[in-house]
Every structure is written in structure tokens, then in C-alpha cells.
């Protein structure tokens, strides 16, 4: 066993909503404790990004883990599957919707060093509707009859175990579990205490009252064959009283010679009995069906990935790495690079210039020669800065805006220019360089945006190949995952 003090196990299914509020607020009140800790997420299958958020939190912070079912498999088999992740000498289950608060840990926890192997908090009906209240009262106030265990009004999922409980908690080799039940099979020293109800965060329950009538017959069958022996008393009292109707009608024949009564006697007979006899076949079907589903032996969850073997958030963007457009350090270097190639682009547009200017101005007047010099080296430009230095396809878009770039240029450095010899006094040479110099920067971000506006930089091959790789957080139903092994 390691040495941690403390597991926390939660169950969720299709909690994306509230979950990061969840873990918020549960990280800031384990963190208070001093005690070291580990928090147990089980993804029961959930179809929204669920398991995406905890693959994030256990990426971010060691003392997260997680383990994310193929399908929902129920809340039960997420508890089990949490259970067996935990390895504190404690663990705490609770919900993931902030309905079982995450500040009555400290106090559970106290109880549990005074020796208690289970802590349980208890909540109140407050808030709760009236016939749901009332159908929850009246469901305990049967169970309590019927079941071997004790199960609690109020008491649900939300408790501490101590490890040994935990330990016995999974040595039972049941597959068809109700946990409330088990936890209270096992035994060992308990103590609750009350808690007010709350509403959950966000999202919605997911217990429908079709979810909750099947559990409550599981909660009836699970932990006991007296609804098996009610068929038995049921039999016995309705032959009995058979009996003693067919001594009271033989009595009267003997006696007052009366005519025996008619069907409709008869019909009410055998409608009820026909109904005892389909309701106590109904539970001993109940019976027979756990039987053959324990009787397969199949394992109660499967679980698709988990924070060891998924270590990275599958389709959230990859970590940046050296040189790629995500990652600042790298922004910086391209940033570089890309005006280095934008000078050298502007001395060969120079040359470009020149040497036009040179070959026309021997046909044609010098002024036309320079504007047909200027045009071929503004698109030479353009090209070049476009596939050197952006690496980047031309495109027309950019092309029309691209000239900018030049206007600027001109207006800036004339601009600058005229202040340096008229208002400072300089050199005209120096003053032309020191504007050129001056200017160059303005002049590259506005190529640079004139060619890339609208557009991502191209990635690099290795984030390209990851960027096309299909995102494996999709949900996928009716046919197998690969594992991530054969990804
Ligand atoms: N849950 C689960 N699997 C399911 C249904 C629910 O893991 O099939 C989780 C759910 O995400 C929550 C807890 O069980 O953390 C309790 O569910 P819910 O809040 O819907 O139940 P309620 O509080 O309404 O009884
Ligand atoms: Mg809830």
C-alpha cells in the first residue's frame, strides 16, 4: 500500500458542465486537509467532453487519475471501478455535481480518526418534491421490512470507507451489485451524520423514474429471498382459505340444501389466482435472471483508457513544440527568421530595380523606366515574400493588399527623411539610411500581414501528421475502439 492518506472517488457521466467547478472546489478543500491525497475519476461512458476535462485535469496534476469506461455501465460499476483505482488508507465517494459538498471531507475524515471504518452523511429532503419525498419514505419503510441490511433514509453513495472496508467491499465477487446494500453488509464500526440537500450545480440527474423503480427492485432483491418466500406465504394463505371456502359451501349444502354459487365465484378464484401465480413467477424469473448473469462471469465494466495509457488530451491541440506557431519561444525565432529573409528580399528587390531600370532607361524615358522598374520589383517583392519568407502560397487577396506595404515605405521614410535634414540638421545620406533602417520594420509587419492576413502559417510536418490524426475522444457506439496500443 503507498502512503497516501486519502482517495476520493467520483463517478461521472455527462458532467462537462459542472465538473471543472467540481474539481475546483474539491482541490481547494483537500488541499487544506495536509494530507496527502489522490482523486479517483471514473468517465462512465459519457457522450460529452467529460472525459476529455478529466484527461486534462490528470495531465495537469499527478495526484488526479482516471479511468474511462467503452459504454455507461452504470453508477455501480463506476464506484467498483473507483474502488479499485483508490489506494488511500481512506476513501471518500461522492458525486461529481457538487450535491454531496466537498466541505464536509474534514469532517468525515475526523470521525474516521476517532475510529469509524464508515462515515456517512446523511441528507435531509429539503428542496426535494413532495412525492418523490414521499415515495422515498414509504420505499425505506418497506426495505427496512424486507432486507437483510440496514439501509438508511438519506443515506446514498456519499461516505468514507476505511481501507479495510474497502478491502471487503471488493472482495465480494458479485457482478449484479447495490452498493448501499453492500456497504452495509460488511459491517464494521459506522457513524452518520446530517447534511442539508442542495440542488445539483449544473446538468441534469440522471435518474429518470424508470432508473429509479429498477433500482429500488434491485435494492428489494439483491439482499434477500424473502420476496421468494412472500410467494410461499401467499400460496399457502390463499389454499387455506380455498380450503375453508369449500368446507363452508359443502357445510352449507349439508346443511340448508342450497344451490352451490355460480361462475362468477369461480372466475374471481381463478383470475387471482392466476395473478399470484404470474407475480410469484415474476420473482422467481428475477432470481433465475441474476443467477444466469452471475453465472457468466462477465467483468461488470470495460474500461477504454485511462490516465496512464492516455496520458496527453487526445483531441485538444498537442503541446507546442521548438519552432511551432503555438509555442511563444518558437513565434520569436520564426519572427526572426522571417525578417532576416525580408531584408535579403529587399536588397535582391533592389537589384531587381536597378537592373530594370538600367536595361529600360536606355529605350525609353528614365520616369517610365523607373515606374516599370518599381512595378516588377513590387511583384518580385511580393512573390519572394510570399514563398521565402512566409512560406506561403500568393494568393490574390494578398497580392492587392501587399502594395500597402510599399505606401507606407515611401510616405514613412520621405517622412523621416525630411525631419532628419530640415529639423535635425543631419546628413542627407546618413538621414536617408537612418529612415531606410528605421522604416524597414514597420514595412516587414505589414508585408508580413498583407500575405498572411486571414490565414494560419503553415504548421510544421510533425504538428501536421498529429493535427490528422482521427480525435479519439469521439464517441463511438456499436463498433470497437482500437486500443491505443494499435492507434
Ligand atoms: N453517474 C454515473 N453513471 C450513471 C449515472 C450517474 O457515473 O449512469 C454519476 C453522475 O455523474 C453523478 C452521480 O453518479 O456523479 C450521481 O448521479 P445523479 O446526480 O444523476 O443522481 P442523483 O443525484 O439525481 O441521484
Ligand atoms: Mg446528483
Not at 78 to 87: E, T, V
Not at 278 to 284: E, Q, W, Y
Not at 443 to 461: E, K, T
Amino acid at each position: 500500500m503507498t502512503g497516501l492518506q486519502l482517495s476520493v472517488v467520483v463517478p461521472c457521466f455527462n458532467e462537462a458542465e459542472g465538473i471543472g467547478a467540481f474539481h475546483a472546489t474539491l482541490v481547494a478543500v483537500l488541499d487544506g486537509l495536509g494530507e496527502t491525497f489522490e482523486i479517483c475519476y471514473v468517465d462512465d461512458g459519457s457522450t460529452d467532453r467529460t472525459r476529455l476535462l478529466l484527461n486534462s485535469f490528470a495531465v495537469r496534476d499527478v495526484r488526479t487519475r482516471y479511468t474511462a469506461f467503452s459504454r455507461n455501465f452504470g453508477k455501480e460499476a463506476a464506484m467498483l471501478a473507483g474502488l479499485r483505482m483508490s489506494r488511500g488508507r481512506a476513501v471518500v465517494i461522492m458525486d461529481a455535481d457538487l450535491q454531496h459538498p466537498p466541505e464536509l471531507i474534514p469532517r468525515m475524515l475526523e470521525l474516521h480518526r476517532h475510529g469509524y471504518d464508515q462515515v456517512i452523511p446523511r441528507r435531509d429532503r429539503s428542496g426535494e418534491g413532495v412525492v418523490r419525498s414521499a415515495l422515498s419514505h414509504a420505499y425505506y419503510a418497506v426495505v427496512r421490512r424486507c432486507v437483510d441490511v440496514q439501509l438508511l433514509d438519506g443515506s446514498g453513495d456519499f461516505r468514507l470507507l476505511s481501507r479495510r472496508a474497502v478491502e471487503s467491499v471488493l472482495s465480494l465477487p458479485e457482478s449484479n451489485r447495490f452498493s448501499k446494500g453492500i456497504f452495509s453488509w460488511i459491517g464494521f464500526d459506522t457513524v452518520s451524520f446530517r447534511y442539508r440537500n442542495s440542488e445539483r450545480v449544473a446538468g441534469r440527474s440522471k435518474w429518470g423514474s424508470r432508473r429509479l423503480l429498477n433500482y429500488g427492485i434491485d435494492g428489494l432483491l439483491s439482499f434477500n429471498n424473502r420476496p421468494l418466500r412472500l410467494a410461499i406465504y401467499t400460496g399457502f394463505w390463499v389454499f387455506l382459505s380455498a380450503l375453508a371456502y369449500a368446507m363452508w359451501t359443502v357445510a352449507t349444502v349439508v346443511l340448508h340444501g342450497a344451490d352451490t354459487p355460480g361462475y362468477a365465484t369461480l372466475l374471481t378464484a381463478v383470475v387471482a389466482l392466476s395473478g399470484i401465480q404470474l407475480v410469484t413467477l415474476g420473482v422467481i424469473g428475477e432470481y433465475v435472471g441474476r443467477i444466469y448473469h452471475e453465472a457468466k462471469h462477465r467483468p461488470p465494466y470495460v474500461v477504454r483508457e485511462t490516465d496512464e495509457n492516455c496520458p496527453a488530451p487526445p483531441d485538444a491541440p498537442p503541446p507546442p513544440t521548438p519552432g511551432e506557431p503555438d509555442d511563444p519561444a518558437g513565434a520569436r525565432i520564426r519572427t526572426a527568421r522571417q525578417f532576416a529573409a525580408f531584408v535579403l528580399v529587399g536588397c535582391v528587390n533592389t537589384a531587381v530595380y536597378l537592373g530594370v531600370y538600367a536595361v529600360l532607361n536606355r529605350r525609353i524615358p528614365y520616369l517610365s523606366a523607373h515606374v516599370l522598374g518599381y512595378a516588377v520589383a513590387i511583384v518580385c517583392s511580393f512573390l519572394l515574400n510570399s514563398y521565402v519568407t512566409c512560406r506561403t502560397r500568393p494568393t490574390w487577396h494578398a497580392f492587392v493588399r501587399y502594395p500597402l506595404s510599399s505606401a507606407v515605405n515611401i510616405v514613412a521614410s520621405g517622412a523621416l527623411l525630411y525631419g532628419a535634414v530640415s529639423g535635425l540638421g543631419m546628413d542627407k545620406n546618413v538621414a536617408a539610411l537612418a529612415a531606410g533602417v528605421l522604416v524597414t520594420p514597420v514595412s516587414f509587419l505589414l508585408a508580413r500581414w498583407a500575405i498572411m492576413s486571414g490565414r494560419r502559417p503553415a504548421p510544421s510536418p510533425g504538428a501536421a501528421a498529429r493535427r490528422a490524426e482521427p480525435p479519439v475522444g469521439e464517441p463511438v457506439h456499436g463498433r470497437p475502439l482500437p486500443s491505443p496500443e494499435e492507434r
